[in-house]
């Protein structure tokens, strides 16, 4: 089992940043593919990035593609979302997602979640 806490969410004006953090226990973090997911009020939960083991690959949504970071540090247990130029579109939960194992991407962990509001 891997266990997520979140933080970092916050209340930003437009064109603002913030920096998200998630820190697991549990289970060896460094085998576990981590993502950030958001979920915005009567909307679907959507991708936004995802990070391999090592930290040496990643990839995002189209939609926070050049203004989104995410990165990893396995020996704090943690990934991070650093975001900048945020829009009013980025309003919503923030939640840390882990794969099941090194083998299986499937989404399988997840932790609370983070509240992101950005105001125009």
């Known amino acids: 089992q891997v266990q997520l806490v979140e933080s970092g969410g916050g209340l930003v004006q437009a064109g603002g940043s913030l920096r998200l953090s998630c820190a697991a226990s549990g289970r060896t973090f460094s085998n576990n593919v981590m993502g950030w997911f958001r979920q915005a009020p009567g909307k679907e939960r959507e991708f936004v990035a995802r990070i391999n083991l090592s930290g040496s690959f990643t990839s995002y949504a189209d939609s926070v593609k050049g203004r989104f970071t995410i990165s990893r540090d396995n020996a704090k247990n943690t990934v991070y979302l650093q975001m900048n130029s945020l829009e009013p579109e980025d309003t919503a939960v923030y939640l840390c997602?882990?794969?099941?194992?090194?083998?299986?991407?499937?989404?399988?962990?997840w932790g609370q979640g983070t509240q992101v509001t950005v105001s125009s």
């Open positions: 997602a882990g794969s099941r194992s090194r083998f299986d991407l499937t989404w399988s962990y």
